[in-house]
């Protein structure tokens, strides 16, 4: 997620800014992510393909070209098949997503003096966030995480410094960089996973209808080639994308978490000290996890 812009005199809060940890897990997480959609969606296609092949005939001196692609198509779905089984490139992309977004969440706690690291706490707060911060790294013992350029400490210097910024400019820079960031990240996200259902919902019902109408003409024997197997096919590879993006699910849960911080964005001014701004922070950031928890448990099923 793009960290939104503070603007005027207010301080900045860049991604390059947030600690290593962070950067090796969302580099990681998005890598992995692209190469299981990549692997999952040459698949279907080759299945598709291989469909195609067993539906039609080119002869080609003694063997049959569609079926040679046919069997082409079969060995590269089962190569990507072979690969996603393996390599578990999804495993990585919400392991990696849950580590990032943890260390996000504990990187804005420490910055703008978020509990447990309130404001005054001084090198309690940073043997706190440490600490956490290898917890974070314990669990990933076992990830293939991509190692960063960065030579940075977990605590950068553009960490130190905002959090010793008056309490009025964290405001600002929470407001900005992390809620209205985060509301409009779920908002785009929501209505594009909203659109994408409606519209594969829509192609859905024209394959059953053009199903309906070949399955007609075969019947009555006015269709010599068998292209029922390549509608269900592609029927088939459309139903298992659409479970693996998730589309009508995450646009409703992406909806859901825009709203609430929506609301949690109507009371940013009410905390008048360190102790209660400290509260605050602490309760909207349990919010944001709280959505992502979900997030992991809709792909996990």
């Known amino acids: 997620m793009a960290i939104a812009q503070p603007h005027g005199d207010r301080e900045v809060f860049d991604e ?3 600690p290593p940890l962070y950067l090796a897990t969302n580099t990681s997480s998005l890598r992995a992510q692209r ?3 990549r692997l999952t969606r040459a698949r279907l296609v080759l299945l598709v393909v291989a469909a195609g092949g067993g539906a039609f005939t080119w002869p080609i001196n003694s063997h049959d070209g569609f079926g040679w692609i046919a069997l082409v198509a079969f060995v590269g779905a089962l190569i990507a098949q072979v690969i996603v089984f393996t390599q578990r490139p999804e495993r990585l992309w919400y392991e990696g997503r849950a580590a990032a977004e943890s260390a996000k969440t504990l990187a804005w706690r420490y910055v703008v003096g978020g509990d447990p690291y309130p404001a005054g706490a001084g090198s309690d707060a940073d043997q706190q966030f ?21 030579t940075s400490p977990q605590i950068t210097d553009a960490m130190r410094r905002l959090r ?8 600002l820079l929470y407001d ?17 996973n909203t659109r994408r259902a409606r519209h594969l919902g829509i192609l859905a019902i024209v ?7 070949a399955a007609t003409f075969k019947a009555f024997g006015a269709l010599d080639v068998d292209i029922l197997g390549i509608i269900a096919a592609i029927g088939g590879a459309l ?3 659409v479970q693996a993006k998730q589309y009508e699910t995450l646009g409703r849960a992406y909806f859901v978490a825009s709203q609430e911080i929506a609301t949690i964005r109507s009371g940013v001014d009410r905390p008048q000290d360190d102790v209660t701004w400290a509260v605050f922070v602490e309760e909207s950031e349990k919010a944001i996890s709280r959505e992502h928890t979900l997030w992991r448990a809709a792909r996990a099923v």
């Open 207 to 213: 394959l059953d209808g053009i199903g309906i109408v």
């Open 35 to 37: 190469s299981f959609l």
């Open 239 to 241: 139903l298992a994308w």
């Open 164 to 171: 010793q910024a008056p309490l009025s400019q964290r405001r």
């Open 16 to 18: 390059s800014d947030f």
């Open 176 to 192: 900005a960089g992390r809620l209205a960031d985060q509301q409009d990240w779920y908002t785009r996200k929501s209505q594009w």
């Open 130 to 150: 440490t600490e956490r911060l290898r917890s974070v790294l314990h669990d990933l013992r076992y990830l293939a995480i991509e190692p960063t350029e960065s």
